[in-house]
T-cell receptor
């Protein structure tokens, strides 16, 4: 069984400020972890993923996330927010299984203030 | 994404009527999934498929059925639509390479279904 908790359904940052979106997971097996972004009226786009290897993962648009097993966390960060980063962000976990289906968190809406 | 399309994009239907949503892929991926998205719940898995005629239930499968008669098509049917099934439905595809390497999911653009 696996689950994801995203802390903060809404996060606001000023343009140029640090973006930090929090994600904690629960998994009975070594997890694969993902961050997706959703812009209004669109589907989900993969930002980055952790499967094995290096625990600091870099993704598109300047985002990165660090897998911390001891804290069961996979927080998403970006050093400097841009107006175009405003969107909803979803953390997801998948474990082993024949189809390796993803379990999603409830999402965090990021607002970027000018 | 060009490799996965959902139809229709929008639909309004009446309570009690059957509704079928279609997901079509051109990537020849083995795995296909149907999710629903509701505010405060993120995405929840309805059904998934791991091959032609091979399907299984997800977290919220009650009131839904699926079929996959060809690799490229995965149909979701609401057998008798209810207002609680008003939602945005997403299809996703994925593939797994050698040694189980996961290439991640690709999502369709979604179908907005309203049951009145």
């Amino acid at each position: 069984a696996q689950s994801v908790t995203q802390l903060g359904s809404h996060v606001s940052v000023s343009e140029g400020a640090l973006v930090l979106l929090r994600c904690n997971y629960s998994s009975s097996v070594p997890p694969y972890l993902f961050w997706y972004v959703q812009y209004p009226n669109q589907g989900l786009q993969l930002l980055l993923k952790y499967t094995t290897g290096a625990t600091l993962v870099k993704g598109i648009n300047g985002f990165e996330a660090e897998f911390k097993k001891s804290e069961t966390s996979f927080h998403l960060t970006k050093p400097s927010a841009h107006m175009s980063d405003a969107a909803e962000y979803f953390c997801a976990v998948s474990g082993y299984g024949s189809a390796r289906q993803l379990t999603f968190g409830s999402g965090t809406q990021l607002t970027v203030l000018p | 994404d060009a490799g996965i399309t959902q139809s229709p994009r929008h639909k309004v239907t009446e309570t009690g009527t059957p509704v079928t949503l279609r997901c079509h892929q051109t990537e020849n991926h083995r795995y296909m999934y149907w999710y629903r998205q509701d505010p405060g719940h993120g995405l929840r898995l309805i059904h998934y498929s791991y091959g032609v005629k091979d399907t299984d239930k997800g977290e919220v499968s009650d009131g839904y059925s699926v079929s996959r008669s060809k690799t490229e098509d995965f149909l979701l049917t609401l057998e008798s639509a209810t207002s609680s099934q008003t939602s945005v439905y997403f299809c996703a595809i994925s593939e797994r390479g050698d040694r189980g390497y996961d290439y991640g999911y690709t999502f369709g653009s979604g179908t907005r279904l309203t049951v009145v």
